[in-house]
């Protein structure tokens, strides 16, 4: 029989850290969109827009494994608001940069790496505190409501174009980002949670700073390397990562293919927002699904696997379809998506000890971020001189040949973390 839960998920800090986290995002969602559109606008380039998501990313590579160990043995509650409220400055920055038009590519991409530099850190930190906020045996709905936020949030996106449509500027849309920044970051603060991981931490035992950090950061990839289910499934996400960064090509691919959409009565710009956001949709529902059905335990795997196998052959043929067929397919990929992020995420986050958590999220990230990175730039660069269209198909083949060697040869090893009740 199921030990059946002592706690109700919706706990004071539950429901503190599910607002603060959803009102960062919809400022977020709408100044990505929004800076995207800038950039392209000051560039007029696939490959330079594209090198400003490498810029983003780049940090990725970096600051997930600095943080990591250092998490580990500091407080992630700390972190965490202290870094919203940073973005909420550098934010406002932009904000006037853009009122006082002294905006130019090389600021956006100097923005552009410290936003990434501070994702890094926060995204490791939010990973690894989110955990301990979950009542014991609410894993699964806890990842099925955080899957849902981006979502939400991401349903600003037509907006932010719209009011860029109009205005003819981002300074709107930068400046609600700022506030909703600081505003998450207050309700961060408020958490009630008395964190416990720090006294996991191996013993300082006379080391230095430096010795301390380089021996945490051992521990950590020891950890994953001798974990194989963990490690196959990291293996595979680089593979994801690149494809994820192929998928910047969407944007570029509307903007100048817009004769194909002159039917539709609003810009091919705009018309991308609407129909990309059936993958938002799609992302809801499926987060819905997955906080009401119960997957049984001995089927996830299988369910992961067919998801990775699907999402790649959608992926190939997405830019291909009529609007109304891409609409169904982006909800389609979305609902998929989210499926697979509550499975894989709630697996791992429970398998890992607390005290090795921010050291694996970190490594994890990290190896994420280099396919994404690798993506981006690649793709880019190819689309330059190759149709959109065959850079992406080539970009999914290679998630499907990932989900082939680490997921499906590596299955024993990846049943073991995914078929588990959470």
């Avoid at 407080?75 to 934010?91: E, N, T, W």
């Avoid at 006037?96 to 530099?117: D, F, K, Q, R, T």
């Avoid at 593979?239 to 091919?268: D, I, K």
């Amino acid at each position: 029989m199921t030990k059946q839960p002592a706690n109700k998920l919706w706990t004071y800090d539950f429901t503190v850290i599910t607002i603060g986290s959803l009102v960062s995002m919809v400022g977020n969602a709408m100044a990505s969109f929004g800076i995207s559109l800038v950039v392209l606008d000051y560039t007029g380039s696939t490959f330079l827009y594209m090198l400003f998501n490498v810029c983003y990313q780049l940090p990725m590579l970096v600051m997930p494994l600095l943080a990591g160990p250092y998490l580990d043995r500091m407080s992630r509650k700390r972190m965490i608001y202290s870094l919203d409220y940073l973005s909420a400055g550098l934010y406002l920055i932009f904000f006037l940069l853009l009122h006082m038009e002294w905006m130019n590519y090389g600021i956006l991409l100097a923005g552009s790496v410290l936003s990434g530099a501070i994702n890094g850190v926060y995204i490791v930190a939010y990973d690894s505190f989110y955990p301990s906020l979950i009542p014991e045996g609410y894993f699964r709905q806890a990842y099925s409501v955080s899957s849902m936020l981006w979502p939400l949030a991401s349903m600003t996106t037509p907006l932010a174009a719209a009011v860029y449509d109009l205005l003819g500027s981002a300074e709107p849309i930068f400046v609600t980002n700022a506030l909703c920044f600081f505003t998450a970051a207050c309700f961060e603060r408020s958490i009630r949670h008395q964190e416990t991981h720090m006294a996991g931490a191996p013993p300082a035992e006379g080391l230095s700073a430096v010795k301390q950090f380089r021996r945490d950061f051992q521990e950590g990839l020891a950890y994953l390397m001798g974990e194989r289910g963990l490690l196959m499934i990291s293996l595979y996400f680089i593979a994801s990562g690149v494809t994820s960064g192929a998928t910047n090509l969407h944007l570029p691919f509307f903007r100048s293919h817009a004769h194909l959409y002159t039917a539709w009565p609003v810009a091919a710009v705009t018309l991308y927002a609407i129909v990309s956001n059936f993958d938002v949709a799609g992302r809801l529902a499926g987060g819905v699904i997955q906080y009401k059905l119960r997957i049984p335990a001995d089927k996830k795997y299988d369910i992961a696997f067919c998801v990775y196998i699907t999402i790649s052959i959608i992926g190939a043929v997405l830019l291909f379809l009529p609007i109304p067929l891409m609409a169904a397919a982006f909800f389609l990929d979305g609902i998929l998506g989210v499926t697979s992020y509550t499975i894989r995420t709630a697996a791992t986050q429970a398998y890992v000890p607390d005290a090795k958590r921010a050291r694996f999220n970190g490594i994890f990230e990290t190896l994420a971020s280099i396919g994404m990175i690798s993506g981006s730039l690649v793709s880019g660069a190819l689309a330059e001189a190759l149709p959109e269209r065959g850079v992406l198909v080539a970009a999914n083949l290679l998630s499907l040949a990932a989900a082939y060697l680490f997921i499906y040869r590596g299955r024993e090893a990846v049943k073991q973390v995914y078929n588990r009740e959470v």
